[in-house]
């Protein structure tokens, strides 16, 4: 039996089925169900060698009204295409891929954590090259992971501001590059500054672009957001990831009224924005307590509390994926 006040947000085993399949000969294999943590792969596999990887975050709720909503799985299925266009892989079909999403949870249901627990079910899809690859080029095999586990609340105690500190020495990724694209090698390369940062005391690293160094890229693995007024700002660049969780904030903050400036955000506008926040499928909104520009010496505080719009849209998100209120949008898959 689990504790599921305890839970992190971390990879907790429950010895519960994943779902594997591989792709040989142009053709998916039919979806496999091992409670195997470990995969096989050739040791001069495609994915181990030459990063050819990417994957998927998702979480399921358990709702006030006893169901189960899995949060936008479609977006990550397009996602999740997308990067597989961009490293030569196969990939499902979409539609597959949600199918997939609701029968692990289904397979999975007893480690689905209970309303009251705040935690939830998290979805990791992996897609990878599985060809013995030396020479630098696509991979014609590939397999298909998905697994859940059950993951705590971010915030145990409440929604907390953290720390972040502007980096200029380590680019995670290029316009040109895999940035918009959740793969492996956008992570590589954002480990050390990650590190550097911890070191400092910064609890998240604020990218600027890899051109000037001028212009606000992300907030560790996660999307930068800000609001001024009645205005929702968040940057706008090739090698953003389009988050699921900020194309929901954007939404949910039109609908209650705020412009919505998606674009450009130099970080000489730091000091103008009232609340600023990292927002993604862990944490929904982690607030930016302060911000620390190494380049200036300068260090924008924001305040030690949440602020009151970026609260008022995390608990609106927070409402539609337990089911406290009708999903307008859409966005839930309920699995039967
Ligand atoms: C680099 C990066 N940006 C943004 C996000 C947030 O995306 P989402 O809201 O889809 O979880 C993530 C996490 O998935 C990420 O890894």
């Known amino acids: 039996m689990m504790n599921w006040n305890e839970l992190e947000f971390e990879f907790n085993a429950t010895g519960g089925e994943n779902l594997r399949r591989y792709y040989k000969n142009g053709v998916w294999s039919e979806a496999e169900y091992t409670t195997s943590e470990y995969i096989p792969v050739h040791m001069c596999s495609a994915c181990l060698n030459y990063g050819l990887q990417a994957f998927e975050g998702i979480k399921a709720f358990r709702g006030v009204d006893g169901k189960v909503r899995i949060f936008r799985p479609y977006a990550n299925a397009v996602r999740m295409a997308a990067g597989a266009r961009k490293l030569c892989l196969p990939m499902v079909s979409n539609d597959e891929f949600v199918e997939a999403c609701v029968d692990i949870v289904r397979r999975n249901i007893e480690f689905l954590p209970p309303y009251e627990s705040q935690a939830a079910l998290y979805l990791r899809p992996v897609l990878f090259g599985t060809s013995p690859r030396l020479t630098v080029r696509p991979s014609s095999e590939a397999g298909f992971c998905l697994f859940a586990t059950p993951v705590g609340p971010y915030f145990k105690d409440g929604i907390r501001p953290i720390n972040a500190i502007v980096n200029r020495n380590q680019d995670r990724s290029a316009p040109l590059g895999t940035g918009d694209v959740k793969v492996g090698g956008n992570y590589a390369s954002s480990m050390l500054s990650y590190e550097e940062a911890h070191e400092m005391g910064y609890s998240a690293v604020l990218y600027t672009e ?73 944490a929904i909104i982690t607030p930016l307590g302060s911000v620390f520009d190494p380049e200036s010496g300068e260090k924008i505080h924001y305040g030690d509390e949440v602020g009151a719009v970026l ?8 409402d539609i994926q337990y089911g406290r209120v009708p999903d307008i949008h859409n966005w839930c898959v309920e699995v039967e």
């Open 210 to 282: 890899s051109v000037e160094h001028r212009y606000i890229e992300e907030c560790g693995a996660a999307n930068f957001i800000a609001i001024k007024g009645d205005r929702y700002i968040t940057p706008k660049s090739p090698s953003i990831l389009p988050s699921i969780t900020n194309d929901s904030l954007m939404q949910l903050a039109e609908d209650k009224g705020f412009t919505v400036e998606q674009r450009p955000v130099d970080v000489a506008e730091l000091p103008t924005f009232e609340e600023c926040g990292a927002c993604g499928t862990g």
């Open 311 to 318: 609260l008022d849209l995390y608990k609106s998100l927070q």
